[in-house]
């Protein structure tokens, strides 16, 4: 078993939909975590990072960490075509370099 | 500022040849990453430095991998004696150090193809 789950979707929704992305994981070690966007044939993108539990919001996004249900999520509010992209998330221990990641969500914003 | 950058952006190679693949890391940044991104999976990781030193080699697949880094700057992954499963990007990322909560900036990968 993966320590980070992440439904791969696609996911297709209308322009102006809400978006929910979600991740689970099994250790509780983690501390932080983080949500990445990637376009099409280039690197990851830092979106927002979290550190235990909470919310936390950017414009558009708001990133929620659930540690109790191992459980996090990414709402994206009014998506754009523009936010059509694979949306990863990771994970980190507080000391340790590596991230883990997510096999990433496919999220396609129809005009 | 200049961002990540990898050289070459596409290798095409054949089983059994050796590659070296490049990144030049943001100046300054102490840490420097390479994961694996494997089509339509998520990031894998392999290695991280801290300065020149290697802490985290746990992700490297095989001892057909290594990689060094000089000058706590350039970074070179090698792979030896290529396999057919070795094709993949391979994704380098810097941050300014190696704490939790660090952003990692990520290059736009090497595709390598290996025929």
């Known amino acids: 078993q993966k320590e980070v789950e992440q439904d791969p979707g696609p996911l297709s929704v209308p322009e102006g939909a809400i978006v929910s992305l979600n991740c689970t994981y099994s250790?509780?070690?983690?501390?932080?975590f983080m949500w990445y966007r990637q376009y099409s044939r280039k690197g990851p993108e830092l979106l927002m990072y979290t550190y235990s539990s909470g919310n936390k919001e950017d414009g558009r996004f708001t990133a929620q960490v659930d540690k109790s249900s191992k459980y996090i999520s990414l709402f994206i509010r009014d998506s754009q075509p523009s936010d059509s992209a694979t949306y990863l998330c990771?994970?980190?221990?507080?000391?340790?370099?590596?991230?883990?990641f997510g096999d990433g969500t496919t999220l396609t914003v129809k005009p | 500022g200049a961002g990540v950058s990898q050289s070459p952006s596409n290798k095409v190679t054949e089983k059994g040849k050796d590659v070296e693949l490049r990144c030049d890391p943001i100046?300054?940044?102490?840490?420097l990453y390479w994961y694996r991104q494997s089509l339509g999976q998520g990031l894998e990781f392999l290695i991280y430095?801290?300065?020149?030193?290697?802490?985290?080699k746990s992700g490297l697949p095989s001892d057909r991998f290594s990689a060094e880094r000089t000058g706590g700057s350039v970074s070179t992954l090698t792979i030896q004696r290529t396999q057919q499963e070795d094709s993949a990007v391979y994704l380098c990322a810097s941050s300014l150090t190696s704490s939790g909560g660090q952003t990692q900036y990520f290059g736009p990968g090497t595709r390598l193809l290996v025929l």
């Open positions: 250790n509780s070690a983690f501390q932080y």
């Open positions: 990771a994970m980190t221990y507080t000391n340790a370099g590596k991230s883990t």
């Open positions: 430095f801290q300065g020149n030193s290697a802490p985290d």
């Open positions: 100046s300054g940044h102490t840490a």
